[in-house]
């Protein structure tokens, strides 16, 4: 019987190479896409329709044409943990004479102002608002990128502790919600099988350390995955545009080494690879997508519905 080895990408690889950008601040989100785009190097950007006042909404969908939307909230807050108790104050938010102890209404209805440390005053919802923040966001984001565009959700400030919220989401049918926080990680880029918690592999910081050790991984057999973030102002605050283009100089424009795509179509194709219907004589590609596997190591392109005779070859 012949040996078949479903673990490929696009172009018969096992590495792919992503990004995830929060919060959708076009200056510098221009700056990244100048950089990334040339080097055909593809990701996803987790946007708050707070924040979408730089341009005209109608010229988002081509700014950011290419590329993977993703809810990110309508506000940014933080969300009201389980198991806390908040002290509400009964006067709306002053900076200047507001005490830590307590939280703050807004003038906007859930949408509150909490201290945290070291990071100051942030903005928290309580899950009715939250809940409320994140179907806002959907249906604003898909007005303008189109319906059923926004598949996943992004946790502004890393996962919160909110199990009504994380039904919520599910309930939502996100393929995948993704915490904010980068992780450094000792050379496991393995591809997450869970995809509530995924989460980054490198930062602004460690963006080219980490790429260094991606890249001289071997070969194990399984699907590897390389998404860096986490703002587009990281690069701008700390000065990391050089490391950016490095980055890009270095491992772009490789399809023979890496599958750029975004976070959605990388969890897509991966998903699509496990319904491949593998019998003695026929490998049967069911999906909607044309899939890449090896047979007695020989590769194969199976397009998308149809069959590959593995007697006949």
């Not at 565009?149 to 919220?165: E, G, L, Y």
């Not at 997450?192 to 080219?208: G, Q």
């Not at 050790?213 to 701008?236: M, R």
């Not at 219907?277 to 149809?306: C, F, H, Q, R």
Request: overall charge negative; proline content about 4%.
């Amino acid at each position: 019987m012949q040996q078949v080895d479903t673990q490929f990408y696009p172009g018969w690889t096992r590495k792919a190479i992503t990004f995830s950008i929060d919060d959708g601040v076009i200056p510098n989100d221009r700056k990244f896409i100048e950089i990334v785009r040339p080097a055909g190097i593809k990701g996803t950007f987790n946007l708050c329709t707070h924040n979408m006042t730089y341009i005209p909404k109608e010229e988002y969908r081509e700014f950011y044409r290419g590329y993977e939307i993703a809810n990110h909230t309508k506000h940014h807050p933080y969300a009201f943990e389980d198991g806390v108790t908040y002290q509400i104050s009964n006067l709306l938010f002053d900076r200047e004479h507001a005490e830590p102890e307590f939280i703050y209404p807004t003038e906007t209805e859930h949408l509150f102002y909490i201290y945290k440390s070291p990071k100051g005053w942030r903005l928290i919802a309580d899950t009715e608002g939250y809940i409320t923040f994140i179907d806002k966001c959907h249906e604003e984001l898909e007005e303008i990128f189109g319906k059923g565009s926004v598949r996943s959700f992004v946790w502004p400030f890393d996962q919160q502790s909110n199990a009504v919220i994380e039904e919520h989401l599910k309930h939502m049918g996100y393929y995948g919600v993704r915490r904010s926080g980068a992780r450094c990680i000792d050379g496991d880029f393995n591809l997450e099988e869970e995809r509530m918690p995924w989460h980054y592999t490198a930062n602004h910081i460690n963006l080219l350390e980490l790429a260094d050790l991606y890249e001289k991984q071997a070969d194990d057999g399984n699907l590897k995955i390389f998404c860096f973030g986490v703002h587009s102002n990281d690069f701008e605050r700390d000065k990391k545009w050089d490391e950016l283009k490095e980055f890009a100089k270095k491992y772009g424009n490789r399809p023979q080494d890496y599958y750029y795509a975004t976070v959605g179509e990388i969890f897509d194709y991966a998903d699509a690879l496990k319904e491949l219907i593998i019998t003695e004589n026929v490998v049967s590609n069911p999906t909607d997508l044309d899939l890449y596997i090896a047979v007695d190591g020989k590769n194969i392109m199976i397009k998308a519905g149809t069959d590959y005779l593995r007697n006949l070859e």
